[in-house]
Nanobody, 125 residues
Framework: QSQLVESGGGLVQPGGSLRLSCSAS????????IGWFRQAPGKEREGVIC????????TYAGDLEGRVTVSRDSATNTVYLRLNDLKPEDTAVYYC??????????????????WGQGAQVTVNS
């Protein structure tokens, strides 16, 4: 059973934007570093961006540099991923993940303890 729940995926036209949400009922996300990953068809899961417990973020996906942001809303226990100027090659399942055992962001999926079920993002005209 996933500890995290993603929402907000869907079909978007090239050049459009999308905001994904990552929420949790049993975890207080402020106490975790939160990473976003994606997995495109036929490819391995890769790190997109991570926000640490101090609120600083690191972008790992070079092709999304300048087009992706991550933010926290402590009041609603939610972390958001904003994707702008979307391209067909951004099509993938996007996952959020949480880590606490080590105190830093990471692009490695194995470092994260909790995962969501994923949200499909399809960029197509």
């Amino acid at each position: 059973q996933s500890q995290l729940v993603e929402s907000g995926g869907g079909l978007v036209q090239p050049g459009g934007s999308l905001r994904l949400s990552c929420s949790a009922s049993a975890l207080t996300l402020d106490y975790y570093d939160i990473g976003w990953f994606r997995q495109a068809p036929g490819k391995e899961r890769e790190g997109v961006i991570c926000i640490n417990r101090r609120g600083s973020s690191t972008t790992y996906a070079g092709d999304l540099e300048g087009r992706v942001t991550v933010s926290r809303d402590s009041a609603t226990n939610t972390v958001y991923l904003r994707l702008n100027d979307l391209k067909p090659e951004d099509t993938a399942v996007y996952y959020c993940a949480a880590k606490q055992l080590t105190y830093s962001c990471s692009s490695l999926a194995d470092n994260f303890e909790y995962w969501g079920q994923g949200a499909q993002v399809t960029v197509n005209s």
